[in-house]
């Protein structure tokens, strides 16, 4: 059969024409493995996909649709998060009236975690509740004629006068080496550009090698997700593949968390070196305060890895304990300076807007982040998802901690206030999210870090090409203008000083 699997677009900022600079570069930076996954255990059962992903294409929904009808589908599959669900319903309806035969499929984490108000649209005719690679097959082989739909276990289906069915759930498998590598073919690889500061060598390439996470951070949607991981042995075949197949030069390890415990990485490890990993590629990955230590982080470093990636998120004490991180501003400082000292380049997540937030403690994590040896930050505005912890308590306890000023959950929300604490306002919201990259980036500590990667005008040219980016996070403009960076820099002229 042919089928077609689709990463929705991201049509809320296509509908003027453009796309943010935001969006450009944290959304469409590498290939949606996910989708991927199931199409590589699609062609394995002999049939045949195609992939399309639409954010990365800057395809509108009408654009996709014409896209997916010239692939002439049997099934199409949608996967779909909950910052794009509301475009991932307009392309159902669209697809629905340009083929009303074919049945739509919806996957992803909303659909797990919402399925009764996900399939409240009609446009989905099936939702995929949690992996979706041995169920997707199954269902393909429902709608060839070879099982019956009720023998396709972790769905819910839509019957004909409309009720939602749900089959029994299926069991998570544990091996995850029984999945082949992702179908990686079916997409341009030329598509997706790094962030400037975490490119360094191209071509770049995302992996996956676990799923889940066994903490339970309260604003994450895969709290408390349990762990499995691939085997050493298939993680470095797929590296090998990615460089011998791809010519890949660097590879993101993109895993909710690479570094779950010493003696995982250290197994993965030993066979990166056996295998002499760091003469043919680079990698970064994430990783948690608590478990990392110098011996771990030498052994990294020794095997290719270049940088290491923590998710701090908070330079509040109080902050951390209210969210959940289970670590403490000393474990925070112990590991990135480590990781500086060995030479992983550490980069580091923070949130600004937490529920117990205040001008203090977001002052508090600015000067925090400022005070380690951090080489970059990425700073979001914290949004309530569905099925999260503080989600949770925000419907437990009201408006206890806050308001909601827009409910809104698309791609713009991470970056956009949507809730705010009492001790603040959106507009302070807005003010610590572009004070925090001002402050981190407008230092000569930071710029030399920066101008210590520059080797060639390539370099150059990457930092310039994202002054879009730059400019955005900074001072929310399209641009930078001689007189802002001579404010930033404390630079004024003669008749400046005379005025």
Avoid at 205 to 216: Q, Y
Avoid at 400 to 411: A, H, M, Y
Avoid at 452 to 472: G, H, M, P, Q
């Amino acid at each position: 059969m042919r089928i077609t699997l689709i990463n929705p677009p991201i049509d809320s900022v296509l509908e003027n024409g453009s796309v943010s600079p935001v969006t450009a570069y944290l959304f469409f930076n590498s290939a949606p493995l996910g989708i991927l996954y199931i199409a590589a255990m699609l062609e394995r059962a002999g049939h045949t996909v195609t992939a399309i992903d639409a954010a990365a294409e800057h395809l509108d929904v009408a654009g996709t649709v014409r896209r997916v009808e010239a692939s002439r589908p049997d099934v199409v599959g949608i996967g779909s998060t909950t910052v794009v669900f509301e475009t991932s319903k307009r392309l159902a309806t669209q697809l629905k009236g340009a083929m009303p035969s074919v049945p739509v499929v919806l996957g992803g984490y909303h659909v797990t975690l919402l399925p009764n108000e996900a399939m409240a649209h009609p446009g989905f005719d099936v939702g995929v509740i949690h992996e979706g690679e041995f169920t997707m097959v199954e269902l393909v082989d429902h709608y060839a004629g070879r099982r019956q739909i009720d023998d396709v276990q972790g769905i819910v289906y839509r019957k004909p006068d409309g009720t939602l069915h749900f089959t029994p759930a299926r069991a998570r498998f544990k091996d995850l080496d029984l999945l082949p590598f992702p179908a990686r073919h079916l997409l341009p690889n030329d598509l997706y550009k790094p962030i400037p500061i975490d490119e360094h060598a191209s071509p770049k390439f995302a992996m996956i090698t676990s799923r889940g996470c066994p903490h339970a951070c309260a604003f994450c949607q895969k709290a408390k997700s349990g762990y499995r991981s691939h085997s050493p042995q298939y993680i470095a075949d797929e590296v090998e593949y990615l460089v011998r197949d791809f010519g890949a030069r660097d590879i993101a390890f993109v895993d909710s968390l690479f570094c779950a415990s010493k003696k995982r990485v250290m197994g993965i490890m030993e066979e990166f070196k056996k295998r002499d990993m760091a003469s043919k590629v680079s990698w970064t990955c994430s990783s948690r305060v608590e478990v990392v230590d110098r011996e771990l982080l030498q052994s990294m470093k020794d095997a290719g890895c270049w940088r290491t990636r923590f998710g701090i998120e908070s330079g509040s004490d109080r902050v951390l304990d209210f969210i959940s991180k289970g670590i403490t501003k000393e474990k925070i400082r112990a590991a990135v300076t480590a990781a500086h000292e060995v030479g992983l380049r550490p980069k580091a997540f923070f949130i600004v807007g937490h529920m117990p937030d205040t001008k203090e403690t977001i002052e508090e994590s600015i000067e925090f982040a400022k005070s380690i040896p951090l080489h970059d930050v990425t700073v979001q505005i914290n949004t309530l998802l569905p099925k999260t912890p503080q989600m949770e308590m925000w419907e437990r306890e009201g408006t206890k901690w806050g308001r909601l000023v827009n409910e809104s959950t698309d791609e713009k929300s991470f970056w956009e206030p949507t809730f705010v604490p009492w001790a603040l306002e959106p507009e302070d919201i807005v003010e610590f999210h572009r004070r925090f990259y001002r402050e981190f980036y407008f230092r000569p500590i930071t710029l030399a870090r920066h101008l210590e990667t520059i080797k060639s005008w390539r370099d150059v040219y990457k930092y310039a090409s994202a002054s879009s980016l730059f400019s955005f996070l900074f001072y929310n403009q399209d641009k930078l203008s001689l007189d802002t960076l001579k404010s930033a820099f404390g630079v004024t002229s003669s008749s400046d000083e005379a005025a």
